[in-house]
């Protein structure tokens, strides 16, 4: 395993973590045992990183990590879950980080993980109803109350980041970030406010926080096994994406056709060239990569046996130009 280091975490980092959205049922996605399964031999593999979520799977995600973490393995990890997005009976989400919210979800999402600390707490999304002093003043509170260690960010401008950063220690940002969706400005349809690879790089290296890229294979569209057919079932979230259908598929569609061509040249999967891409980024602490099989783990953990030569990477960068606003 590689692991990578940042002046504002104690812990090294695994180079790869996994993302245990799909766990929770709202994707095509595999049952408890076998997510389960795939946790342990994510641990026995050297990954210490472990990125859910309350509203993955409206908490089941949560609940099977921390069916997981039993009998001991909480302590080989690094848990990092999120606050501020709250649902409904009919699974309709709202940004809520006002502070009464927050020490009520800090308890549950503590509950379901079935442990009394989390590691990286991380903000979901925004919430501009609610004044920043108000969520600081809910996190410095959790913070030493012992419930977390670290604090994060996720999908915050840097002019709200660099707010935060004034009131207290901000440890890690995470955002959308992949081959094909560098600097976009929005995800599943929702409007982004920064650039990631403009923006957020920059800053996170500039003040030593750890960086997790989230849908780093675009939602399975790197892995190189989409077509222009049904690629997920009905009831599968990623229907919800308006990048995977239309014409704004067909654009990325049409770049993986010929990432595929290199990934033909050089012998090795596209799942592991765009983790790749990734790792190679020196600002990139651990790739949220998600697994659905212990095959798709192995072909994610293989993805750190080899480095991208340099010519093939001029190549990649030749055929991502033009997604570099996207």
């Given at each position: 395993?590689?692991?990578?280091?940042?002046a504002k975490i104690q812990e090294e980092i695994s180079a790869?973590?996994?993302?245990?959205?799909?766990?929770?049922?709202?994707?095509?996605?595999?049952?408890?045992?076998?997510?389960?399964?795939?946790?342990?031999?994510?641990?026995?593999?050297?990954?210490?990183?472990?990125?859910?979520?309350?509203?993955?799977?409206?908490?089941?995600?949560?609940?099977?990590?921390?069916?997981?973490?039993?009998?001991?393995?909480?302590?080989?990890?690094?848990?990092?879950?999120?606050?501020?997005?709250?649902?409904?009976?009919?699974?309709?989400?709202?940004?809520?980080?006002?502070?009464?919210?927050?020490?009520?979800?800090?308890?549950?999402?503590?509950?379901?993980?079935?442990?009394?600390?989390?590691?990286?707490?991380?903000?979901?999304?925004?919430?501009?109803?609610t004044p920043i002093e108000e969520t600081v003043e809910a996190?410095?509170?959790?913070?030493?109350?012992?419930?977390?260690?670290?604090?994060?960010?996720?999908?915050?401008?840097?002019?709200?980041?660099?707010?935060?950063?004034?009131?207290?220690?901000?440890?890690?940002?995470?955002?959308?970030?992949?081959?094909?969706?560098?600097?976009?400005?929005?995800?599943?349809?929702?409007?982004?406010?920064?650039?990631?690879?403009?923006?957020?790089?920059?800053?996170?290296?500039?003040?030593?926080?750890?960086?997790?890229?989230?849908?780093?294979?675009?939602?399975?569209?790197?892995?190189?096994?989409?077509?222009?057919?049904?690629?997920?079932?009905?009831?599968?979230?990623?229907?919800?994406?308006?990048?995977?259908?239309?014409?704004?598929?067909?654009?990325?569609?049409?770049?993986?056709?010929?990432?595929?061509?290199?990934?033909?040249?050089?012998?090795?999967?596209?799942?592991?060239?765009?983790?790749?891409?990734?790792?190679?980024?020196?600002?990139?602490?651990?790739?949220?990569?998600?697994?659905?099989?212990?095959?798709?783990?192995?072909?994610?953990?293989?993805?750190?046996?080899?480095d991208i030569p340099v010519p093939v990477m001029a190549e990649?960068?030749?055929?991502?130009?033009?997604?570099?606003?996207?």
């Amino acid at each position: 395993m590689i692991y990578k280091k940042v002046a504002k975490i104690q812990e090294e980092i695994s180079a790869i973590g996994i993302g245990c959205w799909n766990f929770g049922g709202d994707w095509d996605h595999p049952d408890e045992q076998t997510s389960i399964q795939i946790i342990h031999a994510a641990i026995d593999a050297g990954i210490n990183l472990f990125d859910v979520a309350p509203v993955y799977g409206w908490g089941r995600s949560e609940t099977i990590l921390g069916k997981a973490l039993k009998d001991g393995q909480r302590q080989k990890v690094l848990i990092a879950s999120k606050c501020g997005l709250l649902w409904n009976d009919r699974h309709e989400t709202a940004n809520n980080l006002t502070k009464a919210s927050l020490l009520q979800e800090i308890d549950r999402s503590l509950s379901r993980l079935q442990t009394d600390y989390i590691d990286i707490y991380q903000l979901h999304w925004p919430d501009h109803a609610t004044p920043i002093e108000e969520t600081v003043e809910a996190l410095e509170t959790i913070k030493k109350a012992g419930k977390i260690r670290y604090i994060g960010l996720s999908n915050f401008s840097p002019r709200d980041t660099e707010i935060f950063m004034s009131m207290t220690e901000i440890h890690c940002q995470q955002s959308l970030y992949n081959m094909l969706e560098r600097n976009t400005d929005s995800y599943h349809g929702i409007p982004l406010e920064y650039q990631t690879e403009k923006e957020i790089l920059p800053m996170v290296k500039k003040y030593g926080q750890a960086f997790l890229p989230y849908s780093p294979l675009f939602q399975g569209l790197l892995t190189g096994r989409f077509t222009h057919g049904r690629n997920f079932s009905e009831k599968d979230i990623r229907n919800e994406n308006p990048k995977l259908s239309g014409l704004a598929f067909d654009t990325y569609y049409g770049a993986t056709l010929r990432l595929s061509d290199i990934c033909k040249e050089i012998d090795r999967p596209m799942s592991e060239l765009a983790l790749n891409w990734l790792r190679q980024k020196p600002e990139v602490t651990s790739i949220i990569g998600g697994a659905s099989s212990l095959s798709q783990l192995e072909k994610n953990l293989h993805s750190l046996s080899w480095d991208i030569p340099v010519p093939v990477m001029a190549e990649i960068d030749d055929i991502l130009k033009p997604f570099e606003n996207l």
